[in-house]
Each structure stands twice: as C-alpha cells, then as structure tokens.
C-alpha cells in the first residue's frame, strides 16, 4: 500500500506493509510470513535462485535498469576470492523517496533479499551503505539486523544451513556522489567518494578489488517475493520489457503525494490524475520529471501518451531512472527549478573530471545570471554547447544529469527563459 | 519528557494513516539502544546529533571506546571504519576539527592529511562547531516546489540568525540542505537527527517553540534529544 495514501490501482508487494509499525519488528515480520523466502532459497542452489531472479525480468530500480539475474550472473564462480554484496542504500536523487521508506517500515523486507543475494552470488559479507542523513531509518534497520543475527537469520550456518551470511550496516556521510556504484566502494573503503573508471566492472574488481555485486534497496526488497512466488507470477504485472511492479515517488504540485506501487507500464497521466488526486488546487499541468532530477523534463502534451515503463518513458523522451516523478503545475518559474537543479549538481560534484567540476559550475552561473534579468539570448546557446560537452565525457553520469534538465528545458520551455530576457531588458 | 502527539506538520497526521508520530519514527527502539552499540553488525548505524556536545572529549573512552572497536571489526582493512568512526568522533564533539580529523588519523594508522582530505569530502562533517540544534532545511526541487525558500526564510527569520551562523544564544545554527529523501512530505527538514515533515512556514513557531522546550526541560542531552 502507497504511503501516506493507498489508491486500488496499486498491487501490494513490496510495499503491502508500510505504515503498519508491527511489520518493523521480527516477530511481526514472520508473522506476516517474513524470511520464508530465504528458506525456500537455501533449500535451492545458488545457480537456481540466479535464474529465477533472471526469468522473472527484474531490474534494477536504482536508476539504471539493468538486469538483476544477469548482473548475479556475471559473478565469478569458484574464484576462491571473497565476494561482496552491496545494497546502495544512499538514496540521494532529488524527488526520490522509496528507500527510506523500505528501511523504516519493511528492514526484515531488505534483510532477506539481501541474505538470499548473498546466497546467490556467493556472498559471506553484505553491506548495506545506508544514507548518513537517515538516522531514523538506519537506527530501524540497525535493530532489525541485530534481532536477525540473534534469531539465526543472519551469522553462521544460517537457518541451520552450511551457508553463512555477514551482514554490516555501513552510514555515509552526505555526498550525492556515493550513490554511483563506484564511488560508494570507494566511500566504503574509507576514501573520498570518486567514481572509478570502469572497466574493471564491479563483478571482476570491486569492493576492496574483489568481486562484488551492488543492487538497489527496491531490488533486493523484491527478491524475496519473486523466489518465493516464482518469476512467472512476478511476470503477471508490468511489461515485457519491464517486468513486475515499482515504487513511484510523487512529489511536487499534487495533490496526493506520496509513495505508490503501481504495475510498471502505467499511464503517468493516470498516475497524476487519478491515483493522485490531480495537480495541486485544480490548477493545470505544466511539466512533469519522471525519473528524478537526472533526466530530461517532460510537457504536458508528452505526459498525455507517456507510459511509466523503461521503454515507454524513453519512447517519450526521457528515463524512467528510480520513478521519481516530480510535477510541476503552470504557475511554475521552470529556470529558476532549473537553475537549482544545476546548483544541486555543482554541491555535489566530486570535482574529479574537468567537464563535469568546470561545467556544472558555468550553468549555474549562466542560469543565475539569466534569473537575475543579465542574460542574453547567447546564453542559451552557451548552455546548450556546455552541456552537450558534458554528455558522455566523463566517468559518471553526474556531468550527463545535468545536462538532461537544461537541454530539456531550454528546448521546451525556451519562451520561460525568453521572457527572463524581456524582463531584464525593461528594467534596463 | 513525552513527545507531543502531534508533530506540527507531521506525515502521520496527513494521508490515510492515523498514526502517532512515535510509531511513525519506531521510537520503541530509535534512541533506546545502548551507546556501546549492540550486535557490531549495525554498530555504524548509530550516530546521532546531540545536543550536548563536548569539543573536548577523549576519542574514545568508556562505551564510545568500545563501539569503536565493534565497527573497527567489521571491515577487513581498518581505512574502511574512517567513515564511521569520524560520525563518532561528531557525536561526540559535535564537529570534526582539524585536530579530531588528526587523531582520527592516528586510531586508524593512516596519515593527517589523507584524513583531512576525506573528511573534507563530505558535508555531513561539520567543520565548524553548530549550535545545539542543527536545523538543515532542504530546498531542493520538491521542496523548492512546494514553498520551501519560505520555510527558510521564517526558520532565520525566527531565530534572527544567518544562514550557517550559530545563534547568539548558542541554540541554532541553520542551513540549507540537499535534497534529504523526503520529498513526498514538503517541506523536510532535518533538526539534529530528526526529520519533520510537511512543514510549513506557519509551523516554524512551534517547531521552535518545542525545541526550546526541550532545552529547558534539561533532557541530560545523552543519547536521545528529548
């Protein structure tokens, strides 16, 4: 069920127990039939718990997308090295707030998918890098862990298993950076957040140079209900191409914001009109992100036919990235949403690649500028060719993110930067 | 002291869900659990932000001393506890100062300067000490969306402080925060460890209100803020 609201379009998977502070604790949690997934998985081989998770089509909801089954896959097998299993738990993406909620009402939820990973992959030590910011919800997971290791779900011989599972809370300690898969093991390794060039690709070298597979909160939390369950009834929602349920995170001007699990697949402009409630006071629809901060801005117009799939999104012009849909109602100074977004990139640029230290400190600039009545209709070809140059150019996507709101708006909007312009020029 | 049952502007009033901000926060064991940290599995998970801070404290003694050495265990090079332990060292003294930050270096066998060129990386390491109640107000784009610059404005209004000032009666320091994975409930703010949700400007009183309250109600300021 959404949180704070439920809508009946939802299908209740991973979030059938959010608001219900009894599914918090051990005893409740397997009451409501918590850690049966994990059994049903020891009772397998880890290669058939790999092709389950790969039947069943799941993608990684941390933004990518890619193949969970086929990311376990490329494991190494009887290496003799340790291998790793990391769940990001650094949720930083503006407009994004599903994982926080999977720590605070569901952590036994996380717990298990991460067993049954580890399991997997080959895994004796999982860490989950939570978010520094979260106290809260890391203080519920750091609870539930400790009851786990107590209860035999966690530690040595594992549910009477040969199998043993270590599992390590690890905080951060605020950097958006963390989130990139490579610059959180080097967060973890206790070094500065820098992405690392890839390859080596994380299952060949990764946490401390050792094989390592890293998933998002929503992927693992999955995990139990489709080894449970089987991938066939996971397949029973969402696309060929984009199998099951996901969290959508709706914020912004509406009405019912909030958290929903919807069939991926689903019609944005029903997500905003029905499930939530419609644009904030009745007012109409200017632009919508539907993917965090990261990827490019949508019209009204493009919403109309928008389908929340991977592909549908991208059939629409932008990415479905972790769902997170922010809308924006007509009364919206889009530049100045903008040049936030730019400035939010600026923070957290880790500083490391030139394009991307250089560049997100020039938009923001240019933006401000502009916002201030200084600009020029230069200026938004200036941004345009910056930003082109920071597509592609540099390790991570950080340089990439910005890139997708400016052009995006610059394109659709053009007329809200125009008239910025018209506005400096009166004021002389 | 008993939380109020209402937050102002709290989630669990909004929405589907009657439910008490207590159950809401897992206060039965948020806060509750023992200083020297547990199961070492979740030792890293504590750190809090007090409002007691001694800039002068042992790194590390007592129950501090042995939740340090739990977390130490559960990496296989001890770099990888530089993260935690430097949260640690903030809890205690609530800032890491260069000093911290060198004697952070010698528990962990590593050099001044790689710690200080870490430590500097990321934000949640205060450089500079904060006042007891370290309010960071997100203005990021939901919240940006949804009036958050207000909510800004009236906290320094309120307080008669700058941004990244301390107060002068010691009590605040406010700044402005990224984005804090709340964005469903604008605006988020985060006092010390505590978010609050859907505030609103004409909630800023009494969310100061509460907090004064708290300080003069002389809470010992160990382990929890209230």
Redesign the interface.
Known sequence: MGYPYNHRSEVSIISRHFGDPDARTLKGWIEKGGYEGLRKALSMSPGEVIEIVKNSGLRGRGGAGFPTGLKWSFMPKNSGKIHYLLCNADESEPGTFKDRELLRWTPHQLIEGCAIGAYAIGAEQIYIYCRGEFFEANQVLGKAVEDAYESGFLGRNVLGSKTTIELTVHTGAGAYICGEETGLMNSLEGRRGEPRIKPPFPAAAGLFGLPTTINNVETLSAVPHIVMYGSDWYRKWGTEKSPGTKLFCVSGHIERPGNYELPLGFPLKDLIEDVCGGVKDGKSLKAVIPGGSSVPILTAEQVETCLLSYEGVEEAGSMLGCASVIVMDESTDIVHQVMRMASFYAHESCGLCTPCREGTAWVTTILKKMENGQGSEEDLDTLMELTDQMTGTTICVLSDSVAAPVQSSIRYFREDYLNLLKVGSGNG | MTPPEKNPGW??N????Q?TEV????E????K?PLSG?????S??????LETKDAGATLFEGDYLIRFEKIVT????K??????T??LAQEIRGYVSPETMDEVATL?D?SSAYVR??AT?????NKQPVGKYLIQVC????C???GAEDVLRTFLGEIETDLGEISLDGNFSVIE??????????TCV?IN???FENVGVLDVPEILNRLRKNLSDDSGGKGVEE
């Open positions: 989630a669990g909004v929405g589907e869900y439910l159950e809401i926060r897992g039965e064991f948020v806060g659990r547990g199961h070492p599995s979740a890293a998970t504590y750190p809090y932000l559960r990496y296989p090079e770099r990888a506890a530089l993260l935690p430097l949260s962990l590593l060129g870490v990386f990321y934000t949640m390491y203005t990021n784009i939901s940006n969306l949804c925060a990224e984005c804090l994975a709340g964005c469903g409930f604008p985060q460890s505590k978010y």
